[in-house]
């Protein structure tokens, strides 16, 4: 099955960015997703990239996609303490179905 | 808000009983898949319904099933609890065929078995 790996924990300074990268297996995604979880609560869509693009951004956010080395990352800019929470990426596969990491606790001090 | 909803909110069930979650969909989507999180787990993916049928399927076993409706409502039906189906079940619907097939999430299910 597909494997999507990520690293287990980030902390980053507020205003500061922060990088949170994943690396999948499967080379027939389509699209890549990354999903924000706060304590308690269900996945909220951030944003997506389609597997023919390179890079994507959205206010502060911007994913960078190497599809040649499966390689996904999130930059989020000017990270403020309301960013603090577990983000997850996804891949998408060719049946619709999808395959998430297992998230990054990303920490922000104020 | 995604407006993908889930009841009950919390359930706690005692080791061979039987559960029955259910998830209402995002108005005009068709699809709806099923996911188990266990705590400080990324989610699973157990199952996928597309116009009422099973459209794919996870590694779960077959005590785990479901159920789409034709006003795309979904449930999730575990029979023979065991203590290890203790997790968030999350549902999310999705259109197929539209620009993206992006997933919405409902806010999920904590069940717990004793």
């Known amino acids: 099955g597909e494997d999507v790996e990520q690293s287990l924990f980030l902390s980053v300074r507020e205003g500061d960015s922060s990088v949170i990268n994943c690396t999948y297996t499967?080379?027939?995604?389509?699209?890549l997703y990354w999903y924000k979880q706060e304590p308690g609560a269900g996945l909220q869509l951030l944003t997506y990239?389609?597997?023919?693009?390179d890079m994507k951004q959205d206010q502060r956010l911007t994913v960078l996609l190497n599809k040649k080395d499966k390689h996904l990352s999130l930059r989020i800019a000017d990270t403020q303490t309301g960013d603090s929470a577990i983000y997850f990426c996804?891949?998408?596969?060719?049946?619709?179905?999808?395959?998430f990491g297992t998230g990054t606790s990303l920490t922000v001090i104020p | 808000e995604t407006g993908v909803t889930q009841s009950p909110t919390h359930l706690i069930k005692t080791r061979g009983q039987q559960v029955t979650l259910r998830c209402s969909s995002q108005?005009?989507?068709?699809?709806v898949s099923w996911y188990q999180q266990a705590l400080g787990q990324g989610p699973q993916f157990i199952f996928q319904?597309?116009?009422?049928?099973?459209?794919g399927r996870g590694n779960f076993p077959p005590r785990f099933s479901g159920l789409q409706f034709p006003n795309y409502s979904s449930e999730l039906n575990v029979n023979a609890l065991e203590l290890d189906d203790s997790a968030l079940y999350l549902c999310?619907?999705?259109?197929?065929?539209?620009?993206?097939?992006?997933?919405?999430f409902g806010p999920g299910t904590r069940l717990t078995v004793l």
């Open positions: 108005s005009g989507h068709n699809t």
């Open positions: 499967d080379s027939s995604s389509t699209y």
């Open positions: 999310a619907s999705s259109l197929v065929g539209g620009f993206t097939d992006t997933q919405y």
């Open positions: 990239i389609f597997s023919n693009m």
């Open positions: 319904y597309y116009r009422e049928e099973e459209n």
């Open positions: 996804a891949e998408r596969n060719t049946g619709n179905q999808f395959y």
